[in-house]
């Protein structure tokens, strides 16, 4: 008998701390959703790259000069995309630790979220390999698993699972499939093997699966942003030249390939997973509405020192700054600033033009 009561004792008990989860989360109607799992590249990234034997880190000055906390390995000046959806969401501010610290943490750490994003990874694991020690989609869905179980050993498989099925995944990658790898013929052979439209092709292929194995984790919402304008990267254009648009065109173009078909990938998700909510962020759209730009004024080049090296597009450490960083559209020659950030995010959030997501945008999806 006192067995017994022992389990059901046990069982209310990891109710209880669901419930109470569940309920400090949603009071006032803030946060929106209990938590928040985010993937993706440098455009993510935390921290998870700082002590990793890699190019791709910017756990140095001047990154961060904006950041409340200081430097810490966000490749902006202050906040990134995910920092400004978490904080509309209603999460506070730096609250979704780097998987790197995260998997070292007590597990009530990882019950509002985990940022598993690594500066340089791809869809592919070989991209942005020339940078060193990075964490591609694949081995950030390990990581993932690695959360799940954890939080699966704390509430029961049942109440963890209630749980994951009403957190938010926000999914960002794909940028360097372009340009550490396909446009970096020096290096990877697949822009000389494939077409542009067959490239895109594998990309989707591979990323499928990948979504596909979030939602055999019990994801049901999920974010999935598209690449935007690569081809107008200050880099790429240093490294390309610029055509009429200002822009490397054949760049443009083959990431409008792969935006265009990640958006069916995304309805067809939703038609073919039990209870999966899917939704595309049109990042090329938003970015080229004139009512994204607001006080930027300079969109080709960038806010900090960056060295005359072909091959190094980040900032100089402890390099000098433009003192207007507010007009500025990019942050180093590839990173945005935390102005276009939050711009974007703002967008992606509540959308402004039916065109901004597909089908709908990310405050709908916190309500489902």
């Known amino acids: 008998m006192a067995y017994w009561l022992m389990i059901l ?82 999460f506070p501010q730096n609250s979704i630790p780097p998987y790197a610290n995260a998997a070292v943490g007590s597990v009530e750490k990882i019950l509002e979220g985990v940022n598993y994003a690594s500066g340089g990874s791809g869809i592919l694991t070989e991209s942005g390999k020339t940078l060193g020690d990075l964490i591609p989609m694949d081995e950030q869905l ?89 081809g107008c990267i200050p880099y790429e254009v240093r490294m390309y030249g610029a055509n009429i648009s200002g822009c490397v065109d054949k760049i443009n173009e083959a990431v409008m390939l792969f935006d265009s078909r990640l958006k069916s990938l995304v309805s067809d998700l939703n038609n073919n997973l039990t209870n999966a909510t899917f939704i595309f962020i049109n990042s090329t759209g938003i970015s080229l509405d004139s009512n994204i730009q607001g006080s930027i004024t300079v969109s080709n080049a960038a806010c900090c020192q960056v060295s005359e090296l072909v091959s190094a597009p980040q900032c100089i450490p402890f390099g000098k700054t433009c003192s207007n960083r507010t007009q500025y559209a990019f942050w180093d020659e590839v990173h945005p600033t935390e102005t276009t950030f939050s711009a974007i995010a703002a967008r992606a959030y509540r959308a402004l033009l039916p065109t901004d997501s597909y089908p709908f945008d990310i405050q709908r999806l916190a309500q489902l």
């Open 142 to 230: 390990i990581n993932h698993q690695k959360t799940v179980s954890r939080i699966i050993n704390k509430l029961g498989n049942k109440n963890a699972t209630q749980l994951l099925n009403k957190c938010i995944y926000s999914v960002a990658i794909g940028t360097n499939d372009y340009i550490n790898n396909y446009f970096l013929p020096q290096f990877y052979p697949t822009s000389r093997i494939y077409t542009p439209s067959q490239y895109a092709e594998i990309l989707l292929r591979k990323h499928s699966q990948q979504l596909r194995t979030l939602h055999k984790r019990e994801a049901r919402k999920v974010v999935v942003y598209g690449l935007g304008l690569l």
């Open 9 to 90: 004792l046990g069982k209310l008990l990891t109710f209880l701390l669901v419930s109470n989860f569940l309920q400090q989360h949603f009071a006032n109607g803030e946060p929106q959703v209990p938590c928040l799992f985010i993937f993706g590249d440098s455009f993510s990234d935390n921290g998870n790259n700082n002590n990793r034997a890699t190019l791709a880190k910017a756990n140095y000055r001047p990154y961060g000069i904006d950041f409340p906390k200081g430097t810490t390995g966000r490749f902006t000046n202050g906040r990134n995309l995910p920092d400004f959806i978490a904080e509309k969401l209603g």
